[in-house]
């Protein structure tokens, strides 16, 4: 499992700071009336600290390619879920550039038995490494 957990925090921030007013379902019907590609808005999303996937770099979110004349909210929540579909994606292919399993099955990590019970992480979890690329449970 690829853990985005920035990307996700990437809608939590248009819906309290753009879209407070509607629910995560209207946003999502904005973004679907908005052409493939945003009409040219792009937001880089990682604005969640150090990134594994950029080797632990901080380069914060951009949002390129607005214009105040003709975009609104609805191309910037669905620039906002475009950015989040790179960023799996781009993790995606890292993965198979390591070698690991991206098919979609479940992969199975070995770790000692300590670090998966001062985790609190049983058999069966689902799990992602945090930024010190230790475990952690998803929940």
């Given at each position: ?6 990307t ?25 009336g ?28 951009s ?76 929940e």
């Amino acid at each position: 499992m690829l853990c985005i957990n920035g990307t996700g925090i990437l809608n939590a921030w248009v819906h309290r700071n753009i879209t407070p007013d509607v629910s995560y379902a209207d946003m999502n019907d904005m973004a679907a009336g908005v052409p493939i590609g945003s009409d040219g808005v792009k937001i880089i999303p990682f604005g969640n600290g150090a990134e594994r996937v950029l080797e632990n770099r901080e380069v914060g979110c951009s949002i390129r390619g607005l214009s105040f004349t003709k975009h609104n909210r609805a191309h910037i929540v669905r620039a906002a879920q475009e950015g989040i579909v790179f960023s799996f994606c781009y993790g995606m292919e890292i993965m198979q550039q390591m070698g690991m399993d991206s098919s979609g099955k479940e992969v199975t990590v070995k770790a000692e038995d300590a670090e998966l019970y001062e985790r609190n992480i049983n058999e069966g979890d689902k799990v992602c490494l945090d930024v010190n690329n230790k475990l952690e449970k998803v929940e």
